[in-house]
């Protein structure tokens, strides 16, 4: 006698759905219920994702409790098993995408009141005279809505606050009332254009590729779209790479559309991050902005997604469910059938690659909003250069910063110097638990690997020969930070890393101060050149370009063209020109000729030209199987076991061969290459072959997973 059953998600990382029964005869929960069920010894939240027949009810465990249902819609749970199925993922990974933190938990989670107070039209009538502190409430709320924490700076009690709730002279509320719009700025013909185009596929799918240049008033196309799709009713996603661009944009949505906007990303709290998942799916949250896992939100009423910065590595996951946002939210936008808009000045080769394909329609913007011109660039050959500042560089900061400009410098390494040697016997420093150097760090003083995460003190003397000369080579951005304070002592530097900006503010609270336009030097890493508008920088520059024209990575030239041409656009994005400077010891390189000028379209076509003459994403599928141990042999055997599962015909398999770095936090690291010219026979082949993997002998004794379409080696 066969039995129904309800399949049920997991949060474990085994391949598999598990099947469980009904408690006491009781229905079963229909698709998309969150249960919680009995996991061995434990008990876990799990899905419901389908219903099936059992051949045996013998040793099915019922499900304990049906905590909401049909709390996920079949397309999310559609979008998921084509996740699954694509990325090589586990079932039970369904779990930790689609649920926020807090309904992941067994124990009910209590819910954080309301963040917003707001008078009621009690409290706007009544006589307050022998009540000051509650008279200073309302005079506080008789524009709007504030938040509690607001009221709490401006000196207003909990108890107060409880106080007027009781009476019903205030109210909570999730999210506040409308805001007071502010037209922006009159779009340009390309703007007007792109806007037009996005539009027309307002109500089917349509994948929008937006390159323009940086400046040219990208943001505002999305908000003009956005207020039309708003005023209609419906919801707009916007995905951004990471946290730090998330402030900014949030302002600037909330002045142009009146409209408060929703955050949800990990900096969050379970509280906040529950509500903001709340809202999505209530339609509430009309504007959200979130991170990659925002594209999993369920939304009542959708209208448009944009992925801005589509190009960044960030939208790529690289644990547990390797997803690429950026492409779910393409997939996801198809299956909601509205448009999806993919901006950026320096698009992937992934995006552009599907543009010639036919699957995604170009827009363009050339020129840049307000009138402003794009920087003059220039190479700076610092062959025979002494120090870590260039002096012609150093007397171009100096000009800059005396007609009132701003210079940013861009260096993509923490710490003081990524070596310290020894100068008598040249010992170096090194991890030993990657293959790595552990680069210097002076405040702290700490020898730290930025791969592992492994520190130690700095030796007073060097520990092969007992030598005190230990000098540290080259420079990161602590070091230039320390050079740049002593040849400019009157001007702020302010250094724009991990490292120096811990707080959670720090960084806006950093961008707001600079935005006031008084000269000052930022020196940083990546976080300086991703869409931030400084309109006082006149002076950018990327200092020390050689070892991403030397990278084994074949994505290198790639990334160097994106860095470069997105540090460049900080400059001169108002009405003073601006200048853009490369620091090289290969001024005579090949790629960095290819590079030179304001035209990455035309660098991108070459480079992806080149990738489909080599055979190599996007042109050909990629996946890589990558398996690590603390013996070097044990990954290597699993993958040769590997290999022999995943060999066949349209397929080609390459390995086990070391990843770019073999050992990384005491792990042995291999890998195979997987490629295909047909992605779909690709994908089929490993979900068919994935129990056999986990079946192998050596599976258990080894970290391993597949990685389809992998952003780093």
């Not at 990384?664 to 072959?689: E, M």
């Amino acid at each position: 006698m066969t039995l129904k059953v309800a399949q049920v998600a997991v949060p474990v990382p085994v391949p598999r759905l598990f099947d469980y029964r009904s408690a006491d005869n009781q229905p079963l929960p229909p698709v998309g219920s969150r249960v919680l069920v009995p996991f061995g010894s434990r008990r876990l939240v799990g899905l419901v994702t389908g219903h099936a027949e059992a051949a045996q009810a013998d040793g099915l465990k019922p499900i304990e409790r049906v905590l909401d249902s049909a709390l996920i819609d079949e397309s999310l749970l559609a979008l998921f098993a084509w996740c699954r199925r694509y990325y090589a993922c586990a079932p039970g990974e369904a779990v930790n995408l689609l649920l926020p933190g807090a309904l992941r938990r067994v124990k009910p989670f209590r819910e954080p009141n309301p963040d917003y107070i707001d008078l009621t039209t009690k409290g706007r009538a009544a006589d307050l005279a022998r009540a000051p502190r509650q008279a200073e409430v309302v005079s506080l709320l008789q524009h709007g809505a504030l938040k509690r924490a607001d009221l709490k700076e401006a000196g207003i009690g909990a108890d107060i606050l409880r106080r007027m709730l009781s009476d019903g002279l205030v109210e909570a509320i999730d999210c506040p009332p409308a805001l007071a719009s502010e037209p922006g700025p009159n779009l340009n013909e390309e703007q007007r254009a792109a806007a037009a185009a996005i539009l027309r596929s307002r109500n089917r799918f349509a994948a929008l590729l937006l390159a323009g240049v940086t400046g040219s008033g990208k943001t505002e196309v999305y908000l003009h779209v956005a207020r039309r799709l708003l005023f209609r009713g419906r919801q707009v996603l916007i995905l951004v790479p990471e946290i730090g661009l998330t402030p900014q944009l949030v302002r600037r949505i909330e002045k142009r559309l009146g409209c408060p906007a929703t955050v949800y990303h990990s900096g969050l709290s379970e509280g906040e991050r529950l509500a903001a998942w709340k809202a999505a799916r209530d339609g509430r949250a009309r504007v959200i902005v979130g991170t990659r896992s925002a594209v999993f939100l369920p939304l009542a009423r959708p209208g448009l997604i944009v992925v801005d910065e589509e190009h960044d590595g960030s939208f790529k996951q690289q644990d547990g469910a390797r997803y690429h946002g950026r492409d779910v939210a393409v997939l996801r936008a198809a299956r909601l059938a509205v448009p999806i808009v993919l901006g950026s000045a320096t698009p992937s080769l992934e995006s552009l690659n599907n543009v010639d394909a036919g699957r995604y329609q170009l827009l363009t913007l050339t020129q840049r909003a307000g009138g402003a011109s794009m920087p003059r660039w220039q190479v700076l050959d610092t062959r025979g250069e002494g120090g870590a500042l260039d002096q012609r560089l150093e007397a171009t900061i100096e000009r800059h910063l005396n007609e009132g400009g701003q210079v940013l410098l861009y260096r993509n390494r923490r710490g003081y110097a990524p070596v310290l040697i020894c100068n008598a016997c040249g010992w170096q420093a090194d991890c030993h638990r990657c293959d790595a150097h552990m680069t210097w760090h002076q405040t702290p003083p700490r020898l730290q690997c930025h791969h592992c995460g492994a520190q130690q003190r700095t030796p007073p003397r060097c520990p092969e020969c007992g030598s005190p000369s230990l000098e540290p080579l080259g420079a990161g951005t602590e070091r230039l930070e320390d050079l740049l304070k002593k040849r400019f002592p009157d001007v702020p530097v302010h250094r724009v890393d991990r490292d120096a900006m811990t707080g959670r503010a720090d960084f806006e609270n950093l961008l707001d101060l600079v935005r006031d336009g008084a000269p000052c030097i930022l020196v940083g890493t990546q976080m300086l050149a991703k869409g931030h508008h400084l309109p006082g920088v006149t002076l950018a520059a990327v200092l020390d370009v050689d070892q991403a024209l030397f990278s084994a990575d074949f994505r290198a030239p790639e990334r160097l063209g994106q860095a470069v041409h997105q540090v460049a656009g900080r400059s001169g994005r108002a009405e003073r020109p601006g200048q853009f400077l490369i620091q090289t010891r290969h001024p005579e390189h090949p790629l960095l000729a290819a590079l030179l000028g304001d035209d990455y379209l035309g660098y991108a076509q070459c480079l992806l030209a080149e990738r489909r003459a080599a055979g190599l994403p996007p042109a050909h599928a990629l996946a890589l199987v990558r398996a690590e141990a603390h013996q070097a042999q044990e990954p290597r055997d699993f993958l040769v076991a590997a290999a022999r599962c995943l060999r066949m015909k349209g397929i080609d398999v390459a390995g086990p061969i070391p990843a770019i770095m073999a050992r990384r936090g005491g792990y042995w690291r291999f890998q195979l290459w997987l490629q295909s010219a047909d992605r779909a026979h690709l994908v089929q082949h490993i979900d068919h072959s994935l129990e056999k993997l986990y079946a192998l002998p050596n599976a258990r004794r080894v970290r391993w997973h597949i990685d389809m379409d992998p952003a780093e080696l």
